[in-house]
């Protein structure tokens, strides 16, 4: 049965910076910064894909405005590996070059379409995807991002957030360092961990902000707060080969993976040995088509998985394997507005766990109100 792609309506959803922004140890990160893909089919079934952004919207815009879409349109929402595929690879073909097409513009498209896909083929089959793609969980625990620099942001004002998630209901906490001296980090960490108590869990992120040096430093120093993970310790240039040589001397797990641009370099992070955990992000490359492939290397390799970012997305992903460790979710809505906002139905975060819907596909009902708000509609094909 085939449901062809007849229409798609794209918008960019961003949010203005409102007051100080959040730093993590090397950048701002935005408030909202992605792509909506939503598609409907001739038989009127419809899909959404989101792709998150850290960089220009630009060349995505761009790319939409100069004939991405007749790529998709007439294309099978019930094929997502074959859509995917010719989205993908179009970054190696002279077309791309000559249409001004980029590379990375072109993983992002593909990564949303690929959802919308996914999306389509759950409710054809009227389940929700996670039980599609193995139904090993009904729930998953969810962990909340937390304690950014931020201008004038001192200690009393650090514990004030971490008592309020605490009162949300959180059980585990990962928190932002690298943007201040190690001494001053752990300081922060220290205070960080006493309100939240010494049965929680405390992740650690520092956003390729260190050198190997002093991430040597750093986890002798950090074992007395007992994190449960170290996230993406190590500067980008080498961040492979240092990553492996920091799992030698640590005692703490380490994790990496949003910042690789494809699955191939999530593939090369498990094989080396470099990680105990993976955080790839099927919302920046590779959609579920390739996430699925990624949980299964990973199961596989004995690493656990731990997308990054969307947590009412890769909920499915999570729930549906044996590796399937954690999500990462937002919950203060001057962070990330569009967690709060941009569904009417989000699964339910309580006590530390994210129950998922059991409507099919995605099992999320997008809300007007939030696109209207938060959209600029770049195409209706």
Partial sequence: MRQEIAALDVFILQAPDTGRPHWVS??????????????RTKDGIEGFGLSTVYASLTPIVEAFKNGIAEQILGEDALAPE???????????????FEKKWAREALIRISAAVDLACWDIVG??????????????????????????????????ELKDEMQRLKAQGHRSFK???????????????????SVIGDEADLMIDVNRGWSLETAYEAVRALEPLRPRWLEEPVRWADDRRELKLLSQRSRIPLSAGESELTSYGCRALVEEGSIQILQFDCTMFGGFTEGRKMAALSELNHVQVAPHH?????????????????????TDPERDPLQAELFENPPKIADGWLTLNEAPGLGLTLSEAAVKKFGEKILSA
């Fill in 26 to 39: 090397n950048f701002i990160v935005p408030r909202a910064n992605e792509v909506l893909v939503r598609m």
């Fill in 82 to 96: 074959r859509v995917y595929q010719k989205l993908f690879w179009l970054s190696a073909t002279r077309l791309a």
């Fill in 123 to 156: 409710k054809v089959a009227g389940l929700p995807l996670y039980r599609l793609f193995g139904g090993y969980a009904e729930r998953v625990p969810c962990y909340v991002t937390c304690a950014y620099y931020r201008d004038g942001k001192d200690d009393a």
């Fill in 175 to 193: 928190a932002k360092v690298g943007g201040l001296p190690l001494k001053e980090d752990i300081r922060r960490l220290e205070v960080v961990r």
């Fill in 310 to 330: 969307d947590c009412f997305i890769h909920a499915h992903l999570v729930a549906s394997t044996p590796a399937g460790c954690i999500v990462e979710s937002f």
